[in-house]
């Protein structure tokens, strides 16, 4: 497979048409592949929760446009703030297995390459966080 602008305009498109603002492509082998590996396109004012994954880290290089990636403490208060952008200074990050984190993207079309380790699990309660007021 290419990751060519052909096949991230097209995403980019459908992530703009979604009501979640939001489109993945899966990039495994197969669904008995067990990581998880995606394109995902982000389209500003996309509502993504604070939330960490506990038994794995997450690794995310953008491929257009521009995020922060905002990190918690146990209270839901902001600890750090990193700005990923193409030909910027930081292109990704690995987020450690069980910090709090949420990608805010900051301009229409950007995608990032999303990965972690296992299979899909959807998140359990208590790794998902009501976004603070001052957020």
């Given at each position: 497979m290419v990751i060519d602008s052909h096949l991230l305009d097209s995403l980019s498109a459908q992530a703009k048409a979604s009501p979640r603002l939001r489109m993945n492509f899966d990039l495994r082998n197969s669904p008995a592949d067990d990581s998880q590996r995606m394109l995902n396109a982000l389209?500003?004012?996309?509502?993504?929760?604070?939330?960490?994954?506990?038994?794995?880290?997450?690794?995310?290089?953008?491929?257009?446009?521009?995020?922060?990636?905002?990190?918690?403490?146990?209270?839901?208060?902001?600890t750090e703030r990193v700005t990923i952008a193409v030909g910027g200074p930081c292109v990704g990050?690995?987020?450690?297995?069980?910090?709090?984190h949420r990608l805010?993207?900051?301009?229409?079309?950007?995608?990032?390459?999303?990965?972690?380790d296992g299979p899909y699990e959807p998140f359990a309660p208590a790794d998902i966080k009501?976004?603070?007021?001052n957020c």
């Open positions: 389209e500003p004012g996309t509502e993504l929760p604070i939330h960490r994954h506990m038994k794995s880290s997450e690794t995310i290089v953008i491929l257009r446009g521009s995020a922060t990636q905002y990190f918690y403490d146990d209270a839901g208060q902001v990050m690995s987020v450690e297995a069980g910090r709090w805010v993207p900051h301009e229409p079309g950007t995608v990032i390459l999303e990965c972690k009501e976004k603070p007021d």
